[in-house]
């Protein structure tokens, strides 16, 4: 069982940058792949980022490639991600998972709010 809580969020404006945290819970966190993903209002949710569990790997949502940054670090059992270049569209609520994610594993999340 995985237990995550995010945090960072807040608000800032275009073009600002935020990083968010997820601390884990549970001794399977430093072998799951891990994820971020986010919800805006009226939207579904949607994948935005990625890293295997030994951080080798990452992938990305193209509409945040280049100005995002998934990292995690074991030892700690927290997984980060760094958001440069903010947009208003970036505008939701994070949240982090598995990857893929599992219904249970669900979080509060943190609110990004981007200004214009």
């Known amino acids: 069982q995985v237990q995550l809580v995010e945090s960072g969020g807040g608000l800032v404006q275009a073009g600002g940058s935020l990083r968010l945290s997820c601390a884990a819970s549970?001794?399977?966190?430093?072998?799951?792949?891990m994820g971020w993903f986010r919800q805006a209002p009226g939207k579904e949710r949607e994948f935005v980022a990625a890293?295997?569990?030994?951080?080798?790997?990452?992938y990305y949502a193209d509409s945040v490639k280049g100005r995002f940054t998934i990292s995690r670090d074991n030892a700690k059992n927290t997984v980060y991600l760094q958001m440069n270049s903010l947009k208003p569209e970036d505008t939701a609520v994070y949240y982090c998972n598995t990857n893929p994610a599992r219904g249970a594993y669900w979080g509060q999340g943190t609110q990004v709010t981007v200004s214009s």
């Open positions: 890293i295997s569990w030994s951080g080798g790997s990452t």
């Open positions: 549970g001794r399977t966190f430093s072998s799951s792949a």
